[in-house]
T-cell receptor, first 113, second 110 residues
Framework: DAGVIQSPRHEVTEMGQEVTLRCKPI?????LFWYRQTMMRGLELLIY????????DSGMPEDRFSAKMPNASFSTLKIQPSEPRDSAVYFC???????????FGQGTRLTVV | QQQVKQSPQSLIVQKGGISIINCAYE??????FPWYQQFPGKGPALLIA?????SEKKEGRFTISFNKSAKQFSLHIMDSQPGDSATYFC?????????FGAGTTVTVRA
């Protein structure tokens, strides 16, 4: 298995532009998580899905952020419009059932200038 | 508000020495406590994990000690090697979610 695959690995965009981050979870995993990592705030859970359904989006910082999971093998995190303070590394992770290991992707380093 | 408090923020250890990282939590509903290791440019990867009904778990040079009454747990890295230089995160699991500590950057000097 190739693990959790994220794209792009790096994204540089101008303030105000729309940014879409993509994730392919491990096949067979029921849970998908989006995290954001910054020096100031560490690893923050933004949203997670169970069987493609958003369960908890309380970590999404603002309405500018949205996430979808149209099927079991694909999820997107969209920021519109982007702002410099959104600059961070965004990770997608997936896991199987309760109390099982969460596998992280390589992350997308987003820079908003 | 960070649900899991981790210390120290960084540490330097000589090759062959012992690295100790401590974590504390308040939420007694947490039911699974993993440690993740992260190298620069990579995502966190599970290193070792423990459940609250166990006081200690050892895997190779890595040991978790868990004190349920004190709501504390720690990671010990024995015989530290330069390849262990990384950032380590403790975490606590509840309701399908992980809450992470702030991370500890470990540097092992040869």
């Amino acid at each position: 298995d190739a693990g959790v695959i994220q794209s792009p690995r790096h994204e540089v965009t101008e303030m105000g532009q729309e940014v879409t981050l993509r994730c392919k979870p491990i096949s067979g995993h029921d849970y998908l998580f989006w995290y954001r990592q910054t020096m100031m705030r560490g690893l923050e859970l933004l949203i997670y899905f169970n069987n493609n359904v958003p369960i908890d989006d309380s970590g999404m910082p603002e309405d500018r952020f949205s996430a979808k999971m149209p099927n079991a093998s694909f999820s997107t995190l969209k920021i519109q419009p982007s702002e410099p303070r959104d600059s961070a590394v965004y990770f997608c992770a997936s896991s199987g059932r309760v109390n099982t290991e969460a596998f992280f992707g390589q992350g997308t380093r987003l820079t908003v200038v | 508000q960070q649900q899991v408090k981790q210390s120290p923020q960084s540490l330097i250890v000589q090759k062959g020495g012992i690295s100790i990282i401590n974590c504390a939590y308040e939420n007694t509903a947490f039911d699974y406590f993993p440690w993740y290791q992260q190298f620069p440019g990579k995502g966190p990867a599970l290193l070792i994990a423990i459940r609250p009904d166990v006081s200690e778990k050892k895997e190779g040079r890595f040991t978790i000690s868990f004190n349920k009454s004190a709501k504390q747990f720690s990671l010990h890295i024995m015989d530290s090697q330069p390849g262990d230089s990384a950032t380590y995160f403790c975490a606590a699991h509840n309701d399908y979610k992980l809450s992470f500590g702030a991370g500890t950057t470990v540097t092992v000097r040869a």
